[in-house]
C-alpha cells in the first residue's frame, strides 16, 4: 500500500490474531479483491466489495473499519459514520484506539458535535502512539468540538438572500468584490469550464444585468478569477493560471482602468509571485499593501497569508508572512481587507471551529498587530466548507457564493445581514470630478487624501483625463486632508473632521480647477493654529507641503499669504494674530527654499469674513489662512 494511504485511511492496526480474516469463503474472497483495489487507488471498487464482504459477514469488523476510513478519505463522511459505529458495536475492546479518531472526524464533519466531543476524548485518553501530528490533529478535532458545541447554543441571525437573477445565472456564479461606493460588482462566472470576470452597476438601487469585464482581462485560452478590486474601482488585482508570462502555476495580475476601459493586465513578477501556488490577491483600500495566498517556503502551514508592500519605486516588496497572529499549522485561503484598513475576513481550517474551513476576522491595532481571529458564529459557519466572504463599505452585508437550495445554476452570489460584533469599523469616502473650471473638460489630476491624526496617506492616485473621476475611502474618527492639483491649476483644499459620532454620508464633490492667474485666491484648509496662538501645527504639514510643490512647479509665480480672524474679540489683536499666522506661513516657505522676493504676507483680522460671523460654525469658516496670486 501507498503511504498515503496508511496515512489517511488505513490507520488501524491488526490488534489480535485473525482479525483481518474472516471464516466465511464468499466474505473473504470480497475481502481480498478489496485490498487490490485498495492497491490501484481504486476506491469506489473497493467499497463496493468491502460492502459486499459485510453482507457475507456482518462481524467482521476490519471491514467495516477499512469502510469508514474510505468513506472519510473520500469525504463521504456519513458513510464512514455509519461503518464506524458497526464496527465499534462489534466490541471496542477489540478495536484500536484510533477508531475513536476516525469517528470523531466524520462526526466532527457531519456536525454531531456533542459525539464527536465524546469519541476524541476517548481517543486522546487511549492512544498510547507517538505521532505528535497525529496528537496535534486530535487535540486541534477536540477545541473544533469544544468551540462547535457553545457556538451552536448562541446562534447567529443569518438568513442568506440570492442576488436573484440579475446578478446570477444558471452557470456557476462566484467570487464576488464591489467597489466602496457599493456602485460596482465584480465576480466571476464560469461557462464550460472557462472562468471569466462580469461586471454589473447598481441603477436606482437595481443590479443591471452582467456584462463582460473586458476582453483585454477575459481570455478563452486561460482562466481568470479570484479578483480584489480596489475600492475607487480603478485596479483589477486577480489570478491568472497556467500562463506563458507565469512565474508558477498560478500568478497575481494586475489591470489598471484607463478612462472607461481596461488596459492590459500584466503580472507582478517577482518577488510577489513565485514558482509556487500564488493567488486570491487583497487590495488594502490605500492600495499599497497586497495580502495574497500561497504555498511558497517559510510558511507555517500548506498555505498560508502573505502580504507585499508597495515600494517607492512603484514595485512590490518581498512579500511577509503575516505569521501566527493569522496563519496555521493547517491551511487558511481568501483573505479579505476591508475599506476600513482595519478588518480582515479569511477561512482557515486551523483555528477553532465548526469543521473544514470557517471564515473568521481579525483586526489591526494601532501598533500593527493583528488581533486574535474571531470565528462569525453558527449558523454563518457550518461542518461545511465557508470561503470567499466578503463585507460591504458599510458592513451591513456579508456577500458569499455557495450552491443553495432554489438557486439558479451550480453557484449562486447570496447576501445576510452582518451581525453587529462582526462588522467592520464605519468608513465613508469621498467622491467626485474634477474639471477645468473654464472649459469644462475633465482634469487628470492628483488626488491626495491624508489622515491628520496619524499622517497616513489614505489615497494617492491621478483621476483619468477621460472621466475626471475619483473615490477615496476616510474611516470614521479621523481628521483628513484633502487636495486636487495638476499642473497649470490653483489646488483645491478641503478638510473632513470625522469624529465617532459621524455618519457614514458620503461627500460628493464636483471640483473646478482654475487656470493660474493673477488675483485667484486659494484658502488653504488644512493650516492648523492653537487657539490665539501662531505655532504652525504638524497637521499643517500636508498642506504646506503642497503649496511647496505648487511654488517650485512654477518659479514664475509671487503669492501674498493673507491671515483671516473672526469677528471675536479686539480688532487690533485680531490683525495682529491674523499677520503673525500669515507670517508663520511664510517662514515655512523660506525654510523649504521658496525665494523671499517672491513672497508676501499681510494680516487682515476680521475685515474679510466669507460669510457672516452669527454661528460657530461660520465663526470657523472665517478663521482661515489663504493666499493670492499676486505675480505671474
Known amino acids: 500500500m501507498k503511504k498515503t494511504l496508511l496515512l489517511f485511511f488505513l490507520l488501524f492496526v491488526v490488534v489480535h490474531a485473525g482479525a483481518q480474516t474472516t471464516n466465511i469463503k464468499k466474505a473473504q474472497t470480497n ?3 478489496a485490498q487490490n483495489y ?15 464482504t459485510v453482507k457475507e459477514d456482518p462481524s467482521f469488523q476490519f471491514a467495516f473499519i477499512q469502510l469508514g476510513d474510505i468513506n472519510r478519505r473520500t469525504k463521504n463522511f456519513d458513510a464512514a459514520k455509519t461503518a464506524y459505529l458497526n464496527a465499534l458495536n462489534l466490541g471496542a475492546d477489540k478495536a484500536d484506539p484510533r477508531l475513536y479518531y476516525g469517528l470523531a472526524e466524520s462526526e466532527l464533519n457531519t456536525g454531531n458535535y456533542l459525539n464527536a466531543l465524546k469519541h476524541i476524548e476517548l481517543f486522546i485518553k487511549n492512544y498510547k502512539g507517538n505521532d505528535k501530528d497525529f496528537i496535534n490533529k486530535a487535540n486541534k478535532y477536540l477545541k473544533d468540538c469544544e468551540f462547535a458545541v457553545l457556538a451552536i447554543k448562541s446562534p447567529q441571525k443569518y438568513e442568506p438572500v440570492n442576488l436573484g437573477k440579475e446578478i446570477n445565472s444558471s452557470y456557476r456564479d462566484y467570487f464576488p468584490s464591489i467597489t466602496a461606493d457599493g456602485e460596482k460588482l465584480i465576480f466571476s462566472r464560469n461557462i464550460d469550464g472557462n472562468e471569466d470576470f462580469f461586471i454589473s452597476s447598481k441603477i436606482n438601487k437595481e443590479w443591471t444585468t452582467p456584462t463582460p469585464l473586458s476582453d483585454k482581462i477575459n481570455t478563452s485560452k486561460f482562466n481568470e478569477g479570484a479578483q480584489s478590486i480596489s475600492p475607487d474601482g480603478l485596479y483589477l488585482f486577480f489570478t491568472g493560471c497556467n500562463r506563458p508570462d507565469g512565474l508558477g502555476r498560478c500568478d497575481i495580475y494586475v489591470s489598471h482602468k484607463e478612462g472607461n476601459n481596461w488596459g492590459e493586465p500584466f503580472n507582478l513578477g517577482a518577488p510577489l509571485n513565485s514558482p509556487f501556488w500564488d493567488s486570491q490577491p487583497a487590495i488594502s483600500p490605500d492600495g499599497t499593501t497586497l495580502y495574497f495566498v500561497s504555498n511558497r517556503p517559510g510558511g507555517l502551514g500548506g498555505y498560508d497569508i502573505w502580504k507585499s508592500t508597495l515600494k517607492s519605486d512603484g514595485y512590490w516588496g518581498v512579500p511577509q508572512n503575516l505569521g501566527p497572529e493569522i496563519n496555521t499549522p493547517y491551511d487558511e485561503h481568501t483573505p479579505f481587507i476591508h475599506p476600513d484598513g482595519k478588518t480582515l475576513y479569511f477561512s482557515s481550517d486551523g483555528w477553532p471551529g465548526l469543521g473544514n474551513k470557517d471564515v473568521f476576522l481579525s483586526r489591526l491595532d494601532d501598533a500593527g498587530h493583528w488581533g486574535k481571529p474571531e470565528n462569525l458564529g453558527y449558523p454563518i459557519n457550518t461542518f461545511n466548507e465557508e470561503t470567499g466572504l466578503i463585507v460591504t463599505p458599510y458592513g451591513t452585508e456579508g456577500l458569499f457564493s455557495s450552491n443553495l437550495k432554489r438557486g439558479f445554476g451550480d453557484m449562486d452570489i447570496y447576501q445576510f445581514k452582518m451581525p453587529e460584533n462582526k462588522k467592520p469599523l464605519p468608513i465613508t469616502y469621498v467622491k467626485g470630478i474634477v474639471k477645468d473650471k473654464e472649459t469644462g473638460a475633465f482634469v487628470e489630476a492628483k488626488v491626495q487624501v491624508v489622515n491628520l491624526k496619524n499622517g497616513k496617506t489614505e489615497y494617492n492616485d491621478y483621476t483619468s483625463k477621460e472621466t475626471g473621476d475619483f473615490l477615496a475611502v476616510m474611516p470614521i474618527g479621523g481628521n483628513y486632508a484633502f487636495n486636487a492639483s495638476s499642473d497649470g491649476y490653483l489646488f483645491y483644499s478641503e478638510n473632513y473632521e470625522l469624529n465617532s459620532s459621524y455618519t457614514n454620508k458620503p461627500f460628493l464633490l464636483k471640483i473646478l480647477l482654475e487656470k493660474l492667474k493673477v488675483g485667484t485666491n486659494v484658502i488653504l484648509k ?21 503649496l511647496v510643490d505648487l511654488l517650485n512647479n512654477n518659479a514664475n509665480i509671487s503669492i501674498e499669504i493673507q491671515g483671516h480672524t473672526d469677528d471675536v474679540g479686539n480688532v487690533k489683536d485680531n490683525e495682529k494674530l491674523s499677520m503673525q499666522r500669515a507670517k508663520a506661513v511664510y517662514d515655512y516657505l523660506l525654510e523649504h527654499k521658496i525665494a523671499a522676493e517672491r513672497l508676501t504676507y499681510k494680516g487682515y483680522g476680521e475685515s474679510k469674513p466669507i460669510t457672516s460671523n452669527s454661528t460657530e460654525e461660520n465663526r470657523k469658516l472665517n478663521r482661515r489662512t489663504s493666499f493670492v496670486i499676486s505675480k505671474l
Open 31 to 33: 475481502f481480498d479483491k
Open 38 to 52: 485498495l492497491k490501484q487507488d481504486n476506491y469506489d471498487l473497493a467499497v463496493s466489495a468491502l460492502l459486499e
Open 526 to 546: 488644512n493650516i492648523f493654529f492653537n487657539t490665539n496662538q501662531y505655532s504652525l501645527l504638524p497637521a499643517s504639514v500636508t498642506e504646506l507641503t503642497t
